[in-house]
Each structure stands twice: as structure tokens, then as C-alpha cells.
């Protein structure tokens, strides 16, 4: 079953603290959803995209929050299927996923490492236009949408790779 929730709209950073929590009665749960990856960027979890926002535990079984990178983001049912398949396998008995797009998802939900893992994997943090093949920040928009629609295409003009750009919103 999923759900299409709001959350009353707070401040940015109160936002970030309600996604962020990890608290000890589901710390297994938050351990096993670790495994569960970005399927268009294999080198961030759910949790490390910002995406995955809070789990709750249910008499019933176990609701999970997740918010997407945008409303149209067509990995969201990748995405939710994968959370239900690893908690299912962690013995959960019954999953609820929560779409919550208030407050929105924001690149302030990503963290240093997050960011850090973009940069090795090829796509430039939302931080700034930085070429993650050599550096240079001389680089020209190619395409406002790149390989995916929350991504730009850029070239650089020092190395003439062409590299995406994860979009800041």
C-alpha cells in the first residue's frame, strides 16, 4: 500500500532533522534500508540521496517516508519497490510507504560524503559546477537536463568532458 502524504511545511533545517533521524527503536530497520541504492546513481542509498526521511514502527508493520527528488521522478516505483523487498526480507511483515512532498526534497538533505561519492562517481555535487574529471570550474551548460531530469548536462571547457551536473534545489 503507498500513500501520498503532506507534511506540514517547516523550516528547512527542522526539515532536514525529521529526515535525518535515526532513532534507536529502528535502528535495524534504518541498517538494513542502508543497502538500498539510488537506481540511477548506485553509489548513494535512499538515505544518503536524502530521499528516504523516516521510518515508523506499527503494531501492524512498519511505514516508511520517502520524498522524490521531484514529483515526476520516474525512479520513485523502483525506489519504493526496493525498500519493500529489503524490509520484507528483514522479516517486516507489512510495508507502507509514505510519498511526502512537504516540505520538498532538498540537495541540503545530501551530506559531505554524499556529495563526495557524486564527485568519484563521475557527476558534479550540486555545491557548485566543477568538472569531476579535472577540476577546472570553466565549463558550459550543454543541456538543462542531463542523463536524468534532476541532473544538467555540462562540457568542460578545460578537458572537453562531458559530465552531468546533480541540480541544487
Known amino acids: ?9 517547516v523550516h528547512a533545517e527542522r526539515a532536514a ?3 535525518r533521524r535515526r532513532d534507536s527503536a529502528c ?4 541498517n ?8 540511477e546513481i548506485p553509489v548513494l ?28 521522478c520516474p525512479a520513485m516505483e523502483t525506489m519504493e519497490a526496493d525498500v519493500r523487498r529489503q524490509l ?29 561519492a557524486l564527485k568519484d ?3 558534479a555535487p550540486p555545491d557548485t559546477v566543477c568538472c569531476p574529471q579535472c577540476g577546472s570550474h570553466d565549463a558550459s551548460v550543454v543541456s538543462d537536463f542531463g542523463s536524468t531530469a534532476c541532473k544538467a548536462l555540462y562540457r568542460c571547457n578545460a578537458c572537453l568532458e562531458p559530465f552531468d ?5
Request: hydrophobic share 50%; no cysteine.
Open 17 to 19: 532533522l525529521v529526515r
Open 121 to 123: 562517481y563521475g557527476i
Open 165 to 169: 551536473h546533480f541540480k541544487p534545489l
Open 88 to 116: 520484507l526480507a528483514a522479516g517486516v511483515r507489512q510495508v507502507v510507504i509514505e510519498r511526502a512532498l512537504s516540505p520538498p526534497w532538498t540537495t541540503d538533505w545530501m551530506d559531505a560524503r554524499a556529495r563526495l
Open 45 to 72: 542509498s535512499l538515505y544518503d540521496l536524502g530521499v528516504l526521511r523516516d521510518i515508523r514502527r506499527a503494531a501492524d508493520g512498519v511505514t516508511v517516508v520517502l520524498s522524490p527528488t521531484y514529483s515526476g
Open 27 to 30: 535502528a535495524e530497520l534504518w
Open 32 to 39: 538494513a534500508l542502508d543497502a538500498v541504492k539510488d537506481p
Open 1 to 9: 500500500m503507498n500513500a501520498i502524504v503532506t507534511l506540514p511545511l
